[in-house]
Every structure is written in structure tokens, then in C-alpha cells.
Nanobody, 119 residues
Framework: VQLQASGGGLVQAGGSLRLSCVDSGNIFSITPMGWYRQAPGNQREEVAT???????EYAHSVEGRFTISRDNAKNTVHLQMNSLKPEDTAVYYCSAIIWETGRGWVNYWGQGTLVTVSS
């Protein structure tokens, strides 16, 4: 699994950004995917996940503002972020969530993309 994230940047509060993550593997269409973030001094937290069949889950802090989606034809997962707040500032990571015998669900990570929201 190799994941390449992009789309981060600097935006004012209330603005929008769209993150993208391309998976170079060959099992993307059957792989649950997720976006996570880590702010300075904080632990990495789950932001949104999408199952292979398109079911989504969101952290309470982003529900109604962020939308995760996937394009299986392009091996890509997106995170549309609207109404951004300064507290959304973090490095955002995409993850492929893969079941491995003997290990359970394992997260494979991309390199992260920085999102900075100014007030």
C-alpha cells in the first residue's frame, strides 16, 4: 500500500479545502479508507472513514462540515472540508484500513498534508 495525500494549505476560517489521497495498491475498491489528523501536542484522531461499500462515519467535531468520498475507478479518497475553523488546523493523514490475519485491522498511512486555518 502506498498512499499519496495532497490538497492541504492555508485558508481563512469559514473557507473550504478538498484533500485527496491516491492509493497505488490493487485492492483499493475493497479497502476501508479513513482520514485522520494530528494537531501539535495532540494525539492522532480519526476524522472520517468510508467503508468499501460507501458507508461513512464522522467525528462529532466535523459532522455536517466535512464529507468523505471515494472514487474506486481512480483509487482515490477525498475529504471535502467546509466551514473550516482554526481548531481544524492539523496535519491530515489518509489511511488504508486493512484486515490482516493475526493482527486484525491495521492502518497503513500516507505522508500527511498540512491544513492551517487562520482566524
Amino acid at each position: 500500500v502506498q498512499l499519496q495525500a495532497s490538497g492541504g494549505g492555508l485558508v481563512q476560517a469559514g473557507g473550504s479545502l478538498r484533500l485527496s489521497c491516491v492509493d497505488s495498491g490493487n485492492i483499493f475498491s475493497i479497502t476501508p479508507m479513513g482520514w485522520y489528523r494530528q494537531a501539535p501536542g495532540n494525539q492522532r484522531e480519526e476524522v472520517a472513514t468510508i467503508s468499501a461499500d460507501g458507508s461513512t462515519e464522522y467525528a462529532h467535531s466535523v459532522e455536517g462540515r466535512f464529507t468523505i468520498s471515494r472514487d474506486n475507478a481512480k483509487n482515490t479518497v477525498h475529504l471535502q472540508m467546509n466551514s473550516l475553523k482554526p481548531e481544524d488546523t492539523a496535519v491530515y493523514y489518509c489511511s488504508a484500513i486493512i484486515w490482516e490475519t493475526g493482527r486484525g485491522w491495521v492502518n497503513y498511512w500516507g505522508q500527511g498534508t498540512l491544513v492551517t486555518v487562520s482566524s
